[in-house]
């Protein structure tokens, strides 16, 4: 599938360069973040409009945050990855079993931990690139399998005992109320920000998801880009896992599998801002605080937690919508 893509808006009539269409497009999830976070502070503002409640948000949605950027490099390049949420069930529950139970230091838990995250994103490139097999159907089968691997090594069962140096420096350290995984997460979009816009192989990573025979044509190795993208999604997915062993304390062979459907909804609402068309990193995070800012509030106000589901699985839909209309409607390109 071509990632979203479309044409530079045109500069305005008066030759100004600047065009409200344009403006409103670009950052109009922020003024929506923003409308969300009036309405709900001004219905309850005792509960909303408080630090503690922004910092938890912050915080707790980091995990999202990581794994969202992490789906975003084989998108842009035009590949699925149905693996990254289970890849990072996988490294926390590895994490868990290594560390906590056969005690081996956390330093070696966690290389062998984003080892297997890379060899995970080779296997998923392999089947897609060598025997040209469709992305969905490979990182369906391989997140499948992985889930059974989890289970198998888990005994069905959660594990805590999570090293508290884990524990230390994901959730209980923090700068200004909230935890450092909330600027790991931040730091890892900026980074893909920048190796996205002012670097060679970010700009080929996007040529080859606009189009593959242009890239090729073009001189670009389009498979060796496919591949690396699958395995960049792999690393981060397993330091999604990471994070979120560090801030449970502890490993769910099941519960982590829910954030696929939430990181798919953040990639395309996201696609619609900040760089309209395009999966980009800051319109991604803008996307996830977005929807947890909605869902915090209908919480707060008494809903039930169905609610999310409404939210998420909504999102998705009207996210890649909006995002067909950023492209005037042109059909989505399987290949």
């Not at 344009?22 to 001004?42: C, D, N, P, Q």
Request: with cysteine.
């Amino acid at each position: 599938m071509t990632a979203v893509e479309t044409a530079s808006p045109p500069p305005a009539a008066d030759g100004s360069g600047f065009s409200i269409k344009a403006f409103a497009e670009r950052f109009g999830l922020l003024g929506a973040w923003a409308g969300v976070i009036v309405l709900f502070g001004a219905i309850n503002p005792d509960a909303y409009l408080t630090w503690i409640n922004f910092s938890t948000m912050f915080s707790s949605q980091a995990i999202l945050v990581v794994l969202t950027l992490g789906l975003l490099i084989p998108l842009t390049a035009g590949d699925f990855d149905l693996s990254v949420a289970s890849t990072m069930v996988l490294s926390a529950m590895m994490v868990a079993v290594l560390n906590a139970l056969n005690g081996w230091p956390l330093v070696h838990t966690l290389v062998v931990v984003v080892l297997t995250g890379a060899l995970i994103g080779v296997v998923n490139g392999v089947f897609v690139l060598y025997f040209r097999i469709h992305s969905l159907i490979v990182t369906l089968g391989t997140g499948t399998f992985i889930n059974g691997v989890v289970l198998w090594i888990s005994g069905s069962q959660t594990i805590g005992g999570v090293s508290m140096d884990l524990v230390n420096w994901v959730i209980v350290y923090r700068i200004g109320g909230i935890s450092l995984s909330f600027y790991y997460a931040l730091i890892l979009c900026a980074a893909l920000w920048y190796f996205m816009e002012f670097t060679s192989p970010g700009r080929r990573l996007l040529f080859v998801g606009r189009g593959r025979d242009v890239a090729r044509l073009s001189g670009i190795a389009v498979d060796h880009v496919r591949l690396l993208s699958f395995v960049a999604a792999g690393v981060t997915s397993s330091f999604a896992g990471i994070l979120y062993a560090g801030m449970t304390g502890s490993a769910d062979p099941l519960s982590g599998l829910t954030y696929l459907l939430p990181a798919f909804a953040a990639a395309f609402l996201g696609a619609t801002s900040i760089v309209p068309g395009r999966f980009n990193p800051w319109g991604s995070f803008v996307a996830v605080y977005f929807l947890v800012s909605g869902i915090t509030g209908l919480t707060i106000l008494g809903v039930d937690t169905f609610v999310q589901n409404l939210f998420y699985g909504g999102g998705l839909v009207i996210a890649v919508a909006l995002s067909q209309l950023v492209r005037k409607r042109q059909p989505q390109s399987f290949s």
